[in-house]
Every structure is written in structure tokens, then in C-alpha cells.
């Protein structure tokens, strides 16, 4: 079973980037849809964005589409979420997910 580890978040102020990283171990990663959601304080968790097994079509919420970019590396087994432009109400905790499998998470604060 895949295990999944995200790392990358931080405090940034608003208008600049991050990119978070998901390390993936176990199971067989390069062939699975790979997802990414967030959770903001008292909100529920929301899709933000996935990319299938080749890394070549992916999805992206309306809220983050032309700000964030959503890549692969099968090779090293990894995921990422580039974020750019970012505006205080990306505040939230990122997940990425395979299937029913989390990772634990990493906290993403915009400062206005």
C-alpha cells in the first residue's frame, strides 16, 4: 500500500509561491491518479486539484486554475503543487491523496 508524505508548506505573504511536495513509498504510485485537497479552520476539505499516471492531463479547482500547477515525477516517486499568486484564503492544510490513502498533511498560511 502506498504511503504518502507532504512537506513543502509554510508562511508566505500573499502574492507569493510555495511548492509542496507529496514523497510517495510503497505499492505502485507511478500508476495511480494522484489528488490534492486542502482543508481551511472550520471549512470542509476540498479538491484543489489531480494529475493521472502519465503526469500529462490534469484538473484543477476553479479557485486556484492559472495560479497553481499540479506535476509528477514517477521516477523519483513524487508529486508536486506549485503554487503561485497566492491570496490569504489559500490558508489551509494541504493532503495529497492515492485512492483512500492520505498523507498527514502540510500547513500553508497566506499572510495578507
Known amino acids: 500500500q502506498v504511503q504518502l508524505v507532504e512537506s513543502g508548506g509554510g508562511l508566505v505573504q500573499a502574492g507569493g509561491s510555495l511548492r509542496l511536495s507529496c514523497a510517495a513509498s510503497?505499492?505502485?504510485?507511478?500508476?495511480?491518479?494522484v489528488r490534492w485537497f486542502r482543508q481551511a479552520p472550520g471549512k470542509e476539505r476540498e479538491f484543489v486539484a489531480n494529475?493521472?499516471?502519465?503526469?500529462?492531463?490534469?484538473s484543477y479547482a476553479d479557485s486556484v486554475k492559472g495560479r497553481f500547477t499540479i506535476s509528477r515525477d514517477n521516477a523519483k516517486n513524487m508529486v508536486y503543487l506549485q503554487m503561485n499568486t497566492l491570496k490569504p484564503e489559500d490558508t489551509a492544510v494541504y493532503y495529497c491523496?492515492?485512492?483512500?490513502?492520505w498523507g498527514q498533511g502540510t500547513q500553508v498560511t497566506v499572510s495578507s
Open positions: 491523496a492515492v485512492g483512500q490513502t
Open positions: 510503497g505499492g505502485t504510485f507511478s500508476t495511480k491518479f
Open positions: 494529475v493521472d499516471w502519465s503526469g500529462e492531463v490534469t
